[in-house]
T-cell receptor, first 114, second 113 residues
Framework: TQLLEQSPQFLSIQEGENLTVYCNSS?????LQWYRQEPGEGPVLLVT?????EVKKLKRLTFQFGDARKDSSLHITAAQPGDTGLYLCAGRHAGGTSYGKLTFGQGTILTVHP | DVKVTQSSRYLVKRTGEKVFLECVQD?????MFWYRQDPGLGLRLIYF???????EKGDIPEGYSVSREKKERFSLILESASTNQTSMYLC????????????FGSGTQLSVL
């Protein structure tokens, strides 16, 4: 299985701080999705990026797809306790034996303290 | 609201038991998926289905089977449960092939003793 490395695995910050979560791979992806999962619930899609270099904003969240479509980042500005949760990236493979397959990163557990 | 419903939130089973996990979606989606989620490993695909009576192995199919007799229902079967199958199981569905959004159920936390 081709891996999607997500970092950091854990992030504990104070309200108002900024943070960035990274997803990296040696594989090229046709698209990359970011999901957020709260305790007791399934993941919910936040955004899909499809073009190399693409930047999408969702309120205080900024998502970027790398130029080579091998990596992505999620930046949160002025984090709030409501941002607490598990963040997952998922890349859809663009070629090779894994063509079309969706691979998930290991996840980042974010805790924002009031 | 669109919904993916998993029949049980928590299950406790004994080693060797046959276990059925049920999933129903009300969105008329063609694609359905079963994942397991373990800390530090993300989501790993067990099986998926693109149509009724059709199934494909994912990355970790060993010890599992599936059934899709109706479009809205996708069942995961553990033929003989083992302790290493203790995990959170997530069902998901999606529409057309492509960059489709996955809709997840709330998960079933299975403990095999």
């Amino acid at each position: 299985t081709q891996l999607l490395e997500q970092s950091p695995q854990f992030l504990s910050i104070q309200e108002g701080e900024n943070l960035t979560v990274y997803c990296n791979s040696s594989s090229v992806f046709s698209s990359l999705q970011w999901y957020r999962q709260e305790p007791g619930e399934g993941p919910v899609l936040l955004v899909t990026v499809v073009t190399g270099g693409e930047v999408k904003k969702l309120k205080r969240l900024t998502f970027q797809f790398g130029d080579a479509r091998k990596d992505s980042s999620l930046h949160i500005t002025a984090a709030q306790p409501g941002d607490t949760g598990l963040y997952l990236c998922a890349g859809r493979h663009a070629g090779g034996t894994s063509y079309g397959k969706l691979t998930f990163g290991q996840g980042t557990i974010l805790t924002v303290h009031p | 609201d669109v919904k993916v419903t998993q029949s049980s939130r928590y299950l406790v089973k004994r080693t060797g038991e046959k276990v059925f996990l049920e999933c129903v979606q009300d969105m008329d989606h063609e694609n359905m998926f079963w994942y397991r989620q373990d800390p530090g490993l993300g989501l790993r695909l067990i099986y998926f289905s693109y149509d009724v009576k059709m199934k494909e192995k994912g990355d970790i199919p060993e010890g599992y089977s599936v059934s899709r007799e109706k479009k809205e229902r996708f069942s995961l079967i553990l033929e003989s449960a083992s302790t290493n199958q203790t995990s959170m199981y997530l069902c998901a569905s999606s529409g057309r092939v492509g960059n489709e959004k996955l809709f997840f159920g709330s998960g079933t936390q299975l403990s095999v003793l």
